[in-house]
């Protein structure tokens, strides 16, 4: 190896991230997509997935941030991306036994951290969302609940990337780096970051790194 590369091994729990800090100049020509494992503690709802998918690529590809999305179960350990997060889905990932009252939840998603260091590891409650939502999603057509409801996921997930990307446990006052989310936030037809966080996010230090997964 380079001299020019830093190893750095973070586990989570059998797994180990091989995160290998290069030279600014790799990838000066051409930056490719960062890389997102997933992990379900049980399976999502196809729609669910879908929804939550577009908007998550949505709302991080108007700040040229591209997204590989796969399976943490399936990683082979040979790949290599500018930078990577893993994010585990608690709960059931559906909008089945919804009740006619909200729940307010705590936490909707989360970052780990080491030694005061936010690692590239995330998780996202499902069954929290969904309390926090369901009242709302009774209001809505059956039809139309499952996409609404992706599509809220996918800005809780949006916001635990821009800390795992950024580095940084900054909130700010507007937008999907918020501290705190209103219904409305989730429900709305359009949800984005601040033009402080769109900045920081563009610049985030993922633009010089790669990544290599082993386990």
Known sequence: MSADRVRVLVRCGSRSFLLLAGVAALFAQ???PAALYTEFEQAPAPAVLESL???TDAIMGRLGIDLTWRQLAEATGSEV???LAVIHFLGKCEV???RPHRVQPGALGWTHESDGAILPFGSVDCDRVRGFLQLDLLSYAADQ???IYGRALGRVLAHELYHIFTKSRHHSPDGVGKAAYATRDLLGTRF???SAESTELRNAPMHSESADLTH
């Open 30 to 32: 051409s930056i490719p």
């Open 81 to 83: 991306s500018v930078q």
């Open 145 to 147: 609940r499952e996409l």
């Open 192 to 194: 984005v970051f601040d």
């Open 96 to 98: 089945t036994a919804l």
């Open 53 to 55: 998918r577009a908007e």
